[in-house]
């Protein structure tokens, strides 16, 4: 099975930088994403971790520690529609199946 | 039309009803999903279809019976609902290679309301 750790909410301020760490535990390990999802909509697709390091993509970045079990989404520059919920999403063992937590509800305030 | 597109948006439908959900992807891909997100939940998995074969059905109740035509196609054939099957359904896209996954694409999904 699965196990994901990340803080329930946090707040920042605009154009501030934010982190939110993820510690997981899986059997067997392929790759992590991470998902943003506003209230209401469909999640959207961040980032992809296979290998340990960071990468980085625009305002935002992720890293991920295979050893530790461990990765963290960098948000740079915040704005006001950064507010969401962010999914950090570890899938192993092959196949398909990916599991979501309930995430980080991130508000971002002026 | 790009991407994964699904209908209707929203769906309010009495405990007799029977309805269908349509989720239709232009991205190629050979996988497919039904989730399930109730307020303040995480998205629960439900089905996945892999090369239009049934892959994974995670307990999920009769009355919802999913259908994969052909890779670029899916549906959520509805029966006798609960008022607690009230949820945004969401489909997925991706596309696999050597039991490896990848980023899913998620359609904006259908709010359904059992009344």
């Known amino acids: 099975g699965q196990n994901i750790d990340q803080p329930t909410e946090m707040t920042a301020t605009e154009g501030a930088i934010v982190q939110i760490n993820c510690t997981y535990q899986?059997?067997?390990?392929?790759?992590l994403f991470w998902y943003q999802q506003h209230a209401g909509e469909a999640p959207t697709f961040l980032s992809y971790?296979?290998?340990?390091g960071l990468e980085e993509k625009g305002r935002f970045s992720s890293f991920l520690s295979r050893s530790k079990g461990y990765s963290y989404l960098l948000l740079k520059e915040l704005q006001m529609k950064d507010s969401a919920s962010y999914l950090c999403v570890p899938f192993g063992g092959g196949g398909n199946k990916l599991t979501f937590g309930t995430g980080t509800q991130l508000k971002v305030e002026l | 039309e790009t991407g994964v597109t699904q209908t209707p948006r929203h769906l309010v439908m009495g405990m007799t009803n029977k309805k269908s959900l349509k989720c239709e992807q232009h991205l190629g891909h050979n996988a497919m999903y039904w989730y399930k997100q109730s307020a303040k939940k995480p998205l629960e998995l439900m089905f996945v279809?892999?090369?239009?074969?049934?892959?994974e059905n995670n307990s999920v109740p009769s009355r919802f019976s999913p259908e994969c035509p052909n890779s670029s196609h899916l549906f959520l054939h509805l029966h006798t609902l609960q008022p607690e099957d009230s949820a945004l359904y969401l489909c997925?896209?991706?596309?696999?290679?050597?039991?490896?996954?990848?980023?899913?694409?998620f359609g904006p999904g259908t709010r359904l309301t059992v009344t």
């Open positions: 997925a896209s991706s596309q696999e290679a050597s039991g490896n996954s990848y980023e899913q694409y």
């Open positions: 279809y892999s090369l239009e074969e049934r892959v």
């Open positions: 899986t059997s067997g390990f392929n790759g």
């Open positions: 971790n296979v290998l340990d």
